[in-house]
């Protein structure tokens, strides 16, 4: 377990942390919160664990007729931008792609 302090304008402190618990490799515990009396800011102290097992997510798709399409998805990030509105970041790799042809093929299309 790591312990994090975060020392900072309320709005900034608030945006990282938000940041933060977006992401599914962190686990983040909120002990406290102080306020600054010398500066207009706040600091919040924190224990995160740590899980990188679950980097991988898979992400479920309904579509209109009623199939289904499943993305793994590493570092994943979901974030409601607005009621009913999602958005969805992650890295997707294809473990069957060949290397050794991608530079070949990037200089037939010059």
Not at 46 to 75: A, F, N, Y
Request: glycine letters at 6%; a negative charge.
């Amino acid at each position: 377990m790591i312990k994090l302090q975060v020392l900072g304008q309320p709005d900034q402190v608030k945006s990282f942390l938000q940041d933060i618990r977006q992401r599914p490799q962190i686990e983040l515990h909120q002990e406290g919160m102080q306020e600054m009396a010398d500066e207009n800011g706040i600091c919040v102290t924190c224990e995160v664990d740590l899980q990188p097992s679950s980097r991988i997510k898979i992400v479920h798709l309904s579509t209109q007729d009623g199939g289904e399409i499943r993305m793994p998805l590493q570092d994943l990030i979901y974030a409601e931008i607005e009621e009913g509105r999602k958005i969805l970041e992650g890295k997707s790799f294809d473990i069957f792609s060949d290397r050794k042809k991608e530079p070949e093929i990037m200089a037939h299309t010059k």
